[in-house]
């Protein structure tokens, strides 16, 4: 197993750059990108490109700033997926194994309805890699290197626990490491997806160091608490002014145009995760397309051509079925004749089948081919000396004789 990892050594416990059993540097190809990477982005500026709904950017931006603004072992990112902006965090987890350090990159993935739908959480892909067997179990999935959060701690939208759950994928990962440098004939991970994190294509977004407060009136508030149709909403408003601005004294029509915002957002958030959810664009444009389809398949001119086809197939198959009622009319009717006259002898069916006009005439015609074969074989045996020659002489002249008179007696019963 020791082998398996050797070329995964990136750093040593003293923090210096190793490299791998062939003398090169393991990530060259990060470098590469982060040369030709796309421009920075502040936060403020990615915030208004992002495509997450207005009424909870305000609670991903604070997200963001209270977990990601001091912390040096993860980045930021903006990627576009489908039309889509949003971000994408990008840790750098330092894995020990035997005495040497490693770094194993974790990518987060957070969704449009973020924290309503969990983040997706993948190894990054940064060389050829396949998983190790005891997280073949579900944990990681070999063919994208997604991870299940499910074994290192559900996502909880209350709490909002990815720190958490970064914090249980080292533990695991320190217990058992995840992936090993494989040939590239033994890599079985895709070489797209999200597991494969071209930087060139992303922004990197820049935080705020050491924020002290970090509010805006333009961006409508969203908390974990309120999710769900936003129940126990704080309608201290005074105290919380990031949820809800007032001008002016609080009374009726201020109360009015808070429930109206409220009610807003409730809708935009309704609406968006029901688009998510069913797709409703995709949709429509699928069955137009199908009815298109349909129109061109089935036009007037070929349903009156396909109807006349069908009237004259339904016409031969009629004659058909006629022709097999006659035939089976027939078959009942021979299978009844057999069976009244199943009791009578097959001699006696056989003379009401044939007919002989003359039966005196046809029983000297059946003795005159049985001495006709005699005569035949009389022949071989004398050939075979069987018999004597005289004996032969005299048998065939007394047949020959009978023979005579039976043709004689025959021509008198002819008309």
Known sequence: MDKQFEDFVIYDKQGNEKKNIYGKKMYSSESKMENSKASDLDLETALVIVSYPKYILEYIKQFIIDNYSNNDLAKVYMVSENGENIFVTE???TIELNGKNYRIYVLVYFPILFPNYPPEFYIEKTNSVCVNNKYLDGKINPNDLKINID?????DANKNNVSEIIDNLVASFNQDFPVYKGSNNADNVNSSGRCV??????????????PKSYSSNNISSFRPEQKNG??????????NPSVFEIKGPFNDTT???FIRKQ?????????VEFKEKYNLNGDLEDLRGLNNISKKRFNTDNLHKKNEK???QLEAL???KNQLKEYEQKIEQDVKECQNIGNNTFEKQCDKIINIPNPKDMELLVKIKCMEDYLVYLKKAFERGIIKFDDTVSSTRALSRQIFNMNYMRSKFKK
């Not at 074994?151 to 996502?155: S, V």
């Not at 009610?263 to 609406?271: A, F, L, S, V």
């Open 91 to 93: 840790y750098s987890l």
């Open 151 to 155: 074994y290192f701690g559900k996502f």
């Open 197 to 210: 994190f071209d930087k060139s294509k992303a922004n990197l977004i820049i935080l705020p160091k050491n």
């Open 230 to 239: 936003f129940k126990n909403i704080n309608l201290d408003v005074k105290n």
């Open 255 to 257: 109360f009015l145009q």
């Open 263 to 271: 009610t807003k957002d409730i809708i935009g958030y309704n609406y």
């Open 310 to 312: 069908l009237k004259s």
């Open 318 to 320: 009629k004659k058909v």
